[in-house]
């Protein structure tokens, strides 16, 4: 039904989808998206350059619910549970603007996260939820420099230098192989991926860990709270 009257809709879903992820089965498509940050630059002039400090910090959060059948059944219902944050920090040095060379150079390194959860509900049709969840992390560390000198007042010679080490690791509750296999998931994302895997399986199948775990959690929440 068209959705023209702010007070009765025939939006909704099931009961069990609402719960999982936390609305009234009534609740209308909604998107959400937090983003913030903040930055710091410190700057010291020493006798041959300028040292220059950056440090910054931004995250989003995301939560967005769409529900595509546009009816109280939980036909095509899906849940986007977003949150990412990257924190970076960049070192140069940049000399005095007098003579004919000029140059840069420094370090920077930064440090990504992202996690993603996926409810899809199909509830009335197959009997059963789906959840999906990936979480990424990519720190990175590079060195830079860049030289300029000038020939003549109109012509100047230029050359830079950029090494880069990136380190990426994923990881999801899915069988990728498997969805690559069936066709839902690209096989080339899962080639740049798969380079070294590591399997953790589920708790239940290695209960032996469960007593160090909790012997672990106890301890960690009790310092915390205590």
């Known amino acids: 039904p068209a959705d023209t009257d702010r007070q009765i809709t025939g939006w909704g879903t099931s ?5 999982l992820i936390g609305i009234r089965p009534d609740a209308k498509p909604f998107s959400h998206i937090d983003t913030g ?61 007098s003579g004919r060379l000029k140059w840069v150079g420094g370090i920077y390194y930064a440090n990504q996260y992202l996690a ?3 409810d899809s509900g199909f509830q009335s049709v197959y009997k059963f939820d789906r959840t999906v969840q990936y979480s ?8 830079f420099g860049q030289a300029s000198y000038a020939l003549t007042h109109r012509l100047s010679l230029t050359g830079g230098l950029r090494a880069e080490h990136l380190r990426l690791a994923p990881a ?40 160090h775990l909790a012997h672990f959690f106890a301890n960690k929440y009790s310092e915390r709270y205590n």
Do not use: C
């Open 116 to 118: 993603d959860i996926y």
């Open 136 to 143: 990424q992390k990519v720190n990175t560390i590079s060195g």
């Open 15 to 19: 009961p069990q989808f609402a719960k």
């Open 172 to 211: 999801t509750n899915r069988n990728l192989q498997k969805m690559v296999e069936e066709g839902k998931f690209r096989e080339d994302l899962w080639f740049r991926l798969n380079v070294v895997r590591i399997e953790l399986p589920p708790l239940r199948e290695r209960r032996g860990d469960v007593p």
């Open 37 to 97: 940050g903040v930055s710091l630059r410190a700057d010291q002039s020493l006798a041959f350059a300028t040292l220059t400090d950056l440090v910054s910090y931004d995250y989003m959060q995301r939560q967005e619910y769409d529900n595509f059948d546009a009816s109280s059944l939980a036909i095509a219902d899906v849940f986007f549970n977003s949150r990412a944050n990257v924190f970076a920090n960049e070192l140069r040095l940049t000399s005095h603007d």
